[in-house]
């Protein structure tokens, strides 16, 4: 549940700040009559677009991990299965020849 509620909040830190069509204006453009972007508005966009890349990038990390751990996973449940099926098969036919099938 934790690892819900830690995604939610990355993807809140993610999108923090942005609104339907982009970020908010008012943060990009200065006051003037002209919109001129201010320099430190400008960078404060770069440093919150570079905050946005690197959590990108540590999300597809953890993404990428998660799957590689779900894969393994999944060859051992394969694996385990395979096993299975031959101790099943070794036991039908021994019960084969004790009811003399």
Request: aromatic share 2%; hydrophobic share 30%; charged share 30%.
């Amino acid at each position: 549940m934790n690892a819900r509620r830690d995604g939610r909040n990355n993807r809140v830190a993610l999108f923090d700040g942005i609104e339907e069509g982009g970020i908010r204006a008012s943060s990009l453009y200065s006051s003037t009559s002209s919109h001129e972007i201010d320099e430190h508005d400008n960078e404060q966009a770069l440093d919150g677009l570079q905050d946005r890349v690197n959590l990108l990038k540590r999300l597809s990390g953890d993404i990428n991990e998660e799957v590689d751990s779900h894969n393994r996973m999944l060859d051992r449940m394969g694996n385990d299965m395979d096993s299975s099926r031959g101790v099943l098969s070794g036991t039908m036919d021994k019960f084969k020849m004790v009811c003399g099938l």
